[in-house]
């Protein structure tokens, strides 16, 4: 299936760095999500797009929904070690009552102290 | 609130056996969705429910995997005869509309032997 194009692929940092991710499709979406996975643990909602251009916080975490529908972007200011884990961007079409998600292929993220 | 809840965690069987996977959406939420996640392939959406009934299960790998929602509150995913690529974490999810958030429960991890 589709997956949307995510990067960087992962990525290292020292706590209290600022950390930028991006998702970018070749298809529009109305709906943008950004979700956290940790080890052996399901996909956490972490900030819900519904307008191109909207800016959304979420505490230290920060997202934007692309003005061409095609992309959103996902910064997470100051790390701290909890914030490691596999971030996931999800496109939603909300075509009449289709609820489909399509999935990024993921950002794993590793906070060194 | 109680998020989803999946049952089991784990399940180790050997290739050929039946396995059947459940699930307890959010009370209240009417789209209830299966998804398998591997490293290869990542999140891929395998069928979703709305209010009980099948909407679309052209995600479902092939004839050995079906899914039911007797009611509201209660999912089954069955995988019949198992076998070793069937090997994945399985998660379930749901949502209070078509347009809403997925939650995500902590998902079936499954080795087919």
């Known amino acids: 299936g589709q997956q949307l194009n995510q990067s960087p692929q992962s990525m290292f940092i020292q706590e209290g760095e600022d950390v930028s991710m991006n998702c970018t499709s070749s298809?529009?979406?109305?709906?943008w999500l950004w979700y956290k996975q940790d080890p052996g643990e399901g996909p956490v909602l972490l900030i819900a797009l519904y307008k191109a251009g909207e800016l959304t916080s979420n505490g230290r975490l920060t997202a934007q929904f692309g003005i061409t529908r095609k992309d959103s972007f996902l910064n997470i200011s100051a790390s701290i070690p909890s914030d490691v884990g596999i971030y996931f961007c999800?496109?939603?079409?909300?075509?009449?009552?289709?609820?489909?998600?399509?999935f990024g292929t993921g950002t794993r993220l590793q906070v060194t102290l | 609130d109680a998020g989803v809840i999946q049952s089991p965690r784990h399940e180790v069987t050997e290739m050929g056996q039946e396995v059947t996977l459940r699930c307890k959406p959010i009370?209240?939420?009417?789209?209830l969705f299966w998804y398998r996640q591997t490293m290869m392939r990542g999140l891929e959406l395998l069928i979703y429910f709305n209010n009980n009934v099948p909407i679309d299960d052209s995600g479902m790998p092939e004839d050995r995997f079906s899914a039911k929602m007797p009611n509201a509150s209660f999912s089954t995913l069955k995988i019949q005869p198992s076998e070793p690529r069937d090997s994945a974490v399985y998660f379930c999810?749901?949502?209070?509309?078509?347009?809403?958030?997925?939650?995500f429960g902590d998902g079936t991890r499954l080795s087919i032997l």
């Open positions: 999810a749901s949502s209070r509309q078509g347009g809403m958030p997925q939650h």
């Open positions: 298809s529009i979406f109305n709906t």
């Open positions: 009370s209240g939420h009417d789209y």
């Open positions: 999800a496109g939603q079409v909300n075509a009449g009552t289709a609820s489909k998600l399509t």
